[in-house]
């Protein structure tokens, strides 16, 4: 590579890398933990349920429940199931019927407990799984201004993978396995950077490139609507298969009485390994109603196995099907793989385990990213106002992002200990804590030590939170073992390990000087 190639990709890499770094590294921290949103939104309500994303519930006896509520007659309901917990997720359209009472037109969304039937609105069953999900793509940041931050975040994440990979092509197998701790400051965390860089390649590339597809894909589409669909975005959504077919409100009154369970179980038993994800009620009450049936295979059946049942409730009569093992078609292999390699559901606890750990090292790599951009300007003939400069970037960069363990951490704790908090308390709690946190560490300048306090109190607040657990409920992570609570053990035993492995790096790091 001549020169000027690398002096291109050099700064590419650099400039890309440094500009999105505190962005960038709370979205891969947030989003490790995002692994296990399910995990952790069970714990926190101290429930346990089925590790799975099927939809499991008496729907009849839970329309006739909601039916005493709101008054389905007319409405569109959409029950679906976003993560795996007892509670099922609602959304009823106002009401069809143009007679109707103001009220039955309005539409509404919550969640369902699927076993006593108590609804929630998003407020009341916001959780610390759902804000930690959320703040992986900054959905805190006003809509839409978050999620295009995220979206070309990692759009430059990608930039600085590829210039990354072109920088070190030629000796990229030979600095894989080169690390030398005990040489000049810049050689290690060159070292540490390329080596754990190229560990995390493939993750961090799938990421890169799902992340900024699913936050920016709005603006990607946009200049095709406008051309081929004449600015009709729903024509898109339409031919996207994201719109659901429509059936018209025929204004009388259905006599027959309907069993949505039974339409539900036989759409399930046309395929083996079957799972009910959606169901779509469509003019509940109507003689033209109809009931939607969606679900997909197993994953380790079938990686993308979407299918569909369309029922019309007057006479039971199958109108519609799509089956998961052979019609599905490059859209739904596009949509799916897409979700999927994203969200790592389809590997069990073993595959989110390991992205957890990858998630990790890339927080590692872009601080290494950093400090290799500020020990190589804090040479001597700098002028020293510049030097100044450069380490105060590099300590606010620092007290925002480390101070993320321990404010996590303690998050759990109050979050167990005042359950439930509601949405506005659990923000004032994580952003309130993490800016005090932030503040401290950079009028403190120090960054030796805001490594040191970030690693032993979040180890501390780590060894707490099953302590927290066991006291506040009594269930302690032996008993939830052996009670088969799975989810709840999980988190207590995934803090203890975590805590310990960062204690032990607390107590092992040793401060370097730079070397010019």
Not at 68 to 77: F, V
Not at 151 to 160: E, V
Not at 171 to 192: G, H, Q
Not at 403 to 415: C, K, N, Q, V
């Amino acid at each position: 590579m001549n020169n000027r190639h690398y002096n291109i990709y050099f700064h590419t890499h650099t400039v890309s890398g440094i500009v999105i770094s505190v962005v960038l590294f709370v979205i891969f921290f947030a989003g490790s933990f995002s692994f296990f949103r399910d995990e952790i939104i069970n714990w926190e309500r101290s429930e346990s349920t089925a590790i799975t994303r099927e939809i499991q519930l008496d729907y009849n006896k839970a329309l006739k429940d909601l039916d005493k509520k709101h008054i389905l007659h007319g409405r569109n309901i959409t029950i679906s199931k976003p993560s795996v917990e007892e509670r099922v997720a609602v959304y009823m359209e106002g009401t069809r019927d143009t007679l109707a009472p103001a009220k039955q037109k309005e539409g509404s969304f919550f969640y369902l407990d699927t076993k006593n039937f108590k609804s929630y609105t998003y407020e009341e069953s916001y959780s610390l799984g759902e804000l930690l999900y959320r703040l992986h793509f900054l959905a805190q940041i006003p809509y839409p201004a978050g999620y295009y931050l995220s979206g070309f975040t990692a759009l430059f994440f990608l930039f600085a993978i590829v210039t990354g990979v072109l920088l070190h092509w030629k000796k990229i197998v030979s600095n894989f396995y080169i690390f030398r701790p005990k040489e000049k400051l810049k050689t290690l965390w060159t070292d540490a950077h390329t080596a754990l860089g190229m560990i995390g390649l493939p993750f961090q590339f799938v990421y890169a490139v799902t992340g900024a597809f699913f936050m920016i894909k709005l603006l990607i589409v946009a200049p095709a609507v406008m051309a081929l669909y004449e600015g009709d975005d729903k024509k898109l959504y339409q031919e996207l298969e994201y719109n659901d077919p429509d059936y018209a409100f025929e204004y009388k009154k259905l006599a027959n009485p309907f069993n949505v369970n039974e339409l539900v179980a036989k759409a399930k038993n046309n395929w083996k390994d079957f799972e009910i994800t959606r169901v779509i009620v469509q003019n509940y009450g109507d003689i033209n109603m109809h009931v939607l049936v969606e679900g997909e295979l197993l994953s380790h059946k079938k990686f993308v196995g979407v299918g569909k049942v369309v029922y019309r409730v007057s006479d039971g009569k199958e109108i519609a099907k799509k089956d998961p093992i052979s019609q599905n078609n490059y859209l739904d292999g596009v949509k799916t793989v897409l979700y999927r390699v994203h969200f790592g559901d389809y590997g069990g606890y073993a595959l989110k385990i390991i992205s957890f750990v990858l998630g990790i090292i890339t927080c590692f790599v872009i601080i290494s990213g950093v400090m290799i951009w500020l020990v190589a300007r804090q040479k001597n003939n700098l002028p020293e106002k510049k030097r100044r400069f450069n380490a105060a970037v590099v300590r606010i960069y620092l007290a925002i992002c480390l101070s993320m363990y321990p404010i996590t951490a303690l998050a759990f704790i109050g979050s167990k200990i005042f359950y439930p908090l509601s949405q506005s308390n659990l923000f004032s709690l994580y952003f309130g804590g993490w800016l005090l946190l932030a503040v401290f560490f950079i009028f403190k300048k120090n960054d030796g030590f805001t490594t040191k306090f970030c690693l032993i109190s979040g180890s501390i607040l780590g060894f707490l939170i099953p302590i927290t657990n066991g006291i506040v409920t009594g269930n302690w992570f032996w008993n939830s073992f052996i009670h088969n609570q799975i989810q709840i053990f999980f988190i207590d035993v995934f803090w203890i390990a975590l805590a310990s492995i960062s204690l032990y790096v607390a107590y092992h790091l040793k401060p370097k000087k730079a070397v010019a």
